[in-house]
């Protein structure tokens, strides 16, 4: 599902999740973003359990971070935030559907090869459920957001 809404997003992309990783925010991950924030795609990316960074946090993952920060300096249409409180993992891709599950969508990458993983979650693809619960989240990133801002202001379209 992430995969699809890197490719395909048309109007907006929603993210949100505990933890960034390199192992899924790859230069693959990077340049697609890009490609959708060059097309004018409203992106919001929230993360962060914790207020301030874990104090193992790997060099690699600090650079994935580093990273999508960066993109929102480029683009005035991304939102990357430290939310600071959420444990919430959820997806939106335009009003197509919305994703709300146990599925760590930044620092997981999934892998067959691993132990059984119960990932368990909700699909929306009632588009004003969509809209409703996009709504929901993209206030979380006007009024709770921390430090970490990208870009210079986080507007709702």
Known sequence: MLDEALRNAKSRLLIISPWIKR????????KRLDHLLAGGVQ???????KEQVTQDALPQDLAAVQQLADLGKKFPNFCFKRLGNTHAKVLI???????????NWLSFKGDPNRTFRDEQGTLLQKSDLVDQKFAELADRFEVEATSGTAGPECLKP
């Open 43 to 49: 992106v919001y990316i929230g993360y962060g359990i």
């Open 23 to 30: 192992k899924v925010v790859t230069q693959d991950f990077i």
């Open 93 to 103: 891709k335009d009003s197509e559907f919305a994703a709300v599950t146990s599925f």
